[in-house]
């Protein structure tokens, strides 16, 4: 059994399966708060935490899953493509969108932690939580944050956004397509965008148009933010 979990294969079998429990779960409640990344996360802690299992000798299988993250976003092209006459047509506005939205999070996590009295070290490494997790890392050492952190936060705002997002657009009642593909892509990166996939066409290529411009614009904006700010 050791020597099973020493093997690559380990960490590609504990993932799938989780997931599909998670996604089973999921689809059994109909709840988005059981959503299937947050239940297999979980599952996976305390599987690991049980068994006393290091997590470089999960993640030996787990980062051959991550692999095929970005490969897989291609396929994001296609709606976007579908889709390219509302860009062109409204590229302004969703440019302004995103900008404001990246700074509105900055803004926001800066207040926050001030009014709790958080760490120094912790607020920088929350400022790249937008981005992907790749991205996130990059930023959080430029900036002097925790890369480890910072991708903890994303997971949060990823998920966050995944299962929050249509109770958020119905009490502020937010029905414009554009509006809502814009918000989940550029606050919740590619979790987001599973969620505006799984609304429709439209939302699903705004947000993962925003997920590129969101991070573009991170990697200026948060270093000027923090210039700014004296941070």
Not at 117 to 144: N, R
Not at 191 to 215: D, F, N, R
Request: proline share 3%.
């Amino acid at each position: 059994m050791t020597s099973y979990f020493n093997s690559p294969l380990f960490g590609v079998t504990l993932t799938l399966v989780t997931f599909l429990i998670g996604k089973f779960i999921n689809q059994k409640t109909r709840k988005a708060i059981f959503n299937p990344i947050l239940i297999s996360a979980l599952i996976i802690i305390c599987f690991l935490t049980y068994f006393n299992i290091d997590y470089e000798t999960y993640n030996s299988g787990g980062r051959i899953i991550s692999f095929f993250i970005a490969p897989a976003t291609v396929v994001l092209a296609v709606p976007l493509y579908k889709n390219i006459r509302l860009l062109k047509k409204k590229w302004m506005p969703i440019l302004i969108g995103i900008t404001v939205g990246s700074l509105a999070g900055l803004i926001s996590i800066f207040i926050l932690c001030k009014l709790l009295g958080l760490d120094h070290t912790i607020m920088i490494s929350m400022f790249p939580k937008s981005t992907t997790s790749a991205i996130s890392m990059e930023i959080s050492k430029q900036i002097g944050g925790i890369p480890s952190l910072s991708v903890f936060f994303t997971a949060v705002a990823g998920i966050g956004g995944n299962i929050l997002s249509e109770y958020i657009f119905k009490v502020f009642k937010i029905d414009n397509k554009v509006s809502q593909g814009v918000a989940l892509g550029t606050a919740s990166h590619a979790l987001g965008t599973a969620k505006a996939m799984e609304m429709g066409e439209t939302e699903g290529a705004l947000s993962s148009l925003s997920i590129t411009v969101a991070g573009i614009i991170s990697v200026f904006l948060i270093p000027w933010f923090i210039n700014l700010l004296n941070i």
